[in-house]
């Protein structure tokens, strides 16, 4: 028995061949980025994960306490009696399977991580900007809190920084380095709430050409206040939050 082919059908044959290669070995750039086992879904909101993956997600779907965002009672919140900032809105529940994630972008090389937590800050965004404590129409600004050098040096990148600006992209607003770390602090993580504040004490502080550079920004808008937001990868005591925007103040 033989078989006769033409160029159109030869070229059909190794099309389909092609195909069905890729379907069973998809390339690294169709994996999901979390668990790289399962090939990326259209319908995971586009923040290039697998199905399985995107529903484990723990979004905040309710805010509960209306000054830290949390989606559960909020103790901080109820014995803080001055804040340096207005409302802080985040994207999910800080559970162990985010820990991880985040542990595995920071600290661990998965730096393409960063492409989803970004997707899920746009998330945190919408929440801010739909609160009626955020007044529409004010010049707006992103601030990334600062790391400092030895752990940007060990690490390589501020994921802070990072986040910023994946949503300046998103949501076409300008960044600021308006923050500068002037004070090593050791890890928040194993400190109590009371720890984490006289820890930061001092941390950060204004840079002074970067203010500039916001005040001749904001000379070409109407004049009013301007909406500073503070974008950070972990809001657990508000500790950071609360030193980064008296300094901003």
């Not at 169709?30 to 909101?45: E, I, M, N, P, W």
């Not at 199905?51 to 979004?59: A, E, G, N």
């Not at 990868?233 to 103040?249: E, F, I, K, L, P």
Request: contains cysteine; charged residues 25%; hydrophobic residues 40%.
């Amino acid at each position: 028995m033989s078989f006769l082919f033409t160029e159109s059908g030869m070229l059909k044959w190794l099309g389909k061949l092609t195909a069905a290669a890729k379907a069973l070995f998809p390339r690294e750039s169709q994996l999901c980025l979390a668990c790289a086992k399962r090939k990326r879904s259209t319908v995971a909101g586009g923040l290039a994960l697998c199905l399985d993956c995107c529903r484990q997600i723990p979004w905040i779907r309710e805010v509960v306490c209306p000054t830290c965002g949390r989606g559960v009672e909020c103790p901080d919140c109820r014995r803080t009696t001055c804040s340096h900032y207005i409302i802080s809105r985040s994207a999910v529940h800080y559970n162990a399977l985010m820990k991880e994630w985040l542990a595995r972008y920071k600290y661990r090389g998965h730096e393409r991580l960063g492409q989803v937590i970004g997707g899920m800050m746009a998330h945190a965004m919408r929440l801010l900007t739909e609160d009626p404590a955020f007044v529409r129409g004010r010049f707006t600004v992103l601030v990334f809190v600062p790391v400092s050098e030895s752990r940007l040096e060990m690490r390589g990148f501020n994921q802070s920084r990072q986040l910023a600006e994946q949503l300046a992209a998103r949501f076409s607003l300008p960044v600021f380095a308006l923050l500068e770390r002037v004070k090593d602090t050791e890890k928040q993580s194993m400190k109590t709430r009371a720890g984490r504040f006289k820890n930061l004490r001092g941390a950060f502080s204004l840079n002074r050409q970067e203010a500039d550079r916001l005040r001749s920004a904001a000379s070409t808008q109407p004049p009013g206040p301007i909406n500073v937001i503070i974008v950070d990868d972990v809001y657990t005591t508000g500790s950071t939050m609360q030193r980064c925007a008296q300094a901003v103040r």
